[in-house]
């Protein structure tokens, strides 16, 4: 991620949870968006199989009503956070069985702000004092989202 990139991921931590985040969090927040954004292809991919189609579509994302929320909660931060084009560049994906639609992956960058912000938030519930996350408190709040989606 460039330099500019590093400052909105850090004023977009701040701006969501109050949080302080630095360059050093950004891998574990790149692979904490990967495997998030994966996890939800690979259900969506089930059930595009479910109903014999050979693409996922945007409607076969296992998207909750809390993540919808999140999502709505993105789009009022990315306006004066402006980092949609960031996200954009972590919408990379593995290969899968079905092909998500250009539909499907234009909402990844909103998708993963979505996530984005329910893990800010998340950090705050789970560990309210914390202002800097470190490795201990990055663990418990994924191994949160990996029982969840």
Same mark, same amino acid.
């Given at each position: 991620?460039? @330099?500019? *990139?590093?400052?909105?991921?850090?004023? $977009?931590?701040?701006?969501?949870?109050? #949080?302080?985040? %630095? !360059? =050093? /969090? &950004? !891998?574990?927040?790149? %692979?904490?968006?990967?495997?998030?954004?994966?996890?939800? #292809?690979?259900? *969506?991919?089930?059930?595009? !199989?479910? =109903? *014999?189609?050979?693409? @996922?579509?945007?409607? %076969?994302?296992?998207?909750?009503?809390?993540?919808?929320?999140?999502?709505?909660? $993105?789009?009022?931060? %990315?306006?004066? @956070? /402006?980092?949609?084009?960031? #996200?954009?560049? &972590?919408?990379?994906?593995?290969?899968?069985?079905?092909?998500?639609?250009?539909?499907?992956?234009?909402?990844?960058?909103?998708?993963?702000?979505? #996530?984005?912000?329910?893990?800010?938030?998340?950090?705050?519930?789970?560990?309210?004092?914390?202002? =800097?996350?470190?490795?201990?408190?990055?663990? *418990?709040?994924?191994?949160?989202?990996?029982?969840? &989606?």
């Amino acid at each position: 991620m460039t @330099v500019m *990139g590093v400052s909105k991921f850090e004023r $977009f931590f701040r701006a969501a949870a109050g #949080l302080h985040v %630095d !360059k =050093n /969090d &950004l !891998k574990r927040y790149g %692979d904490f968006v990967d495997a998030k954004l994966y996890d939800l #292809l690979v259900v *969506g991919q089930a059930s595009a !199989k479910a =109903n *014999g189609r050979d693409t @996922v579509e945007p409607w %076969d994302l296992p998207i909750t009503k809390g993540l919808q929320e999140s999502i709505h909660r $993105f789009r009022r931060l %990315d306006e004066e @956070v /402006d980092l949609k084009p960031i #996200l954009e560049q &972590l919408a990379a994906h593995p290969p899968l069985d079905r092909t998500p639609t250009q539909e499907t992956e234009e909402r990844y960058p909103e998708i993963i702000g979505g #996530l984005s912000v329910a893990l800010a938030e998340t950090f705050k519930i789970t560990y309210p004092d914390v202002k =800097n996350p470190q490795t201990s408190h990055w663990d *418990g709040v994924t191994a949160v989202f990996d029982r969840l &989606l």
